[in-house]
Nanobody, 115 residues
Framework: QVHLVESGGGLVQAGGTLRLSCVVS????????MGWYRQAPGKQRELVAT???????NYADSVKGRFTISRDNAKNTVHLQMNSLKPEDTAVYYC?????????WGQGTQVTVSS
């Protein structure tokens, strides 16, 4: 089993910043890819950013240039630095772990951006 616990969400004004963190524990592999996804009310969950074991990153077009994903394998942690936040970034943000056929999700953390 793999457990993911997110933190760092909250309420922020448009143009502000937040830093999300996800601590991973359990039967983990440093070869796993990690990612952040989000789900706004009434919408499907969507990819925000991913990072591979080789530290290659991928971002949704809507967050490119504003968000940065990083990982610290020594601390089993993945971060999402979010700058220049917009009201449309409001969603529940979920941490994701995937290694082969094994995929796990965190419980989510709420991010609310006021205009």
């Amino acid at each position: 089993q793999v457990h993911l616990v997110e933190s760092g969400g909250g309420l922020v004004q448009a143009g502000g910043t937040l830093r999300l963190s996800c601590v991973v524990s359990g039967d983990i592999s440093r070869l796993a890819a990690m990612g952040w996804y989000r789900q706004a009310p009434g919408k499907q969950r969507e990819l925000v950013a991913t990072i591979t074991s080789a530290f290659a990153t991928n971002y949704a077009d809507s967050v490119k240039g504003r968000f940065t994903i990083s990982r610290d394998n020594a601390k089993n942690t993945v971060h999402l630095q979010m700058n220049s936040l917009k009201p449309e970034d409001t969603a529940v943000y979920y941490c994701n772990y995937i290694r082969g056929w094994r995929e796990y999700w965190g419980q989510g953390t709420q991010v609310t951006v006021s205009s």
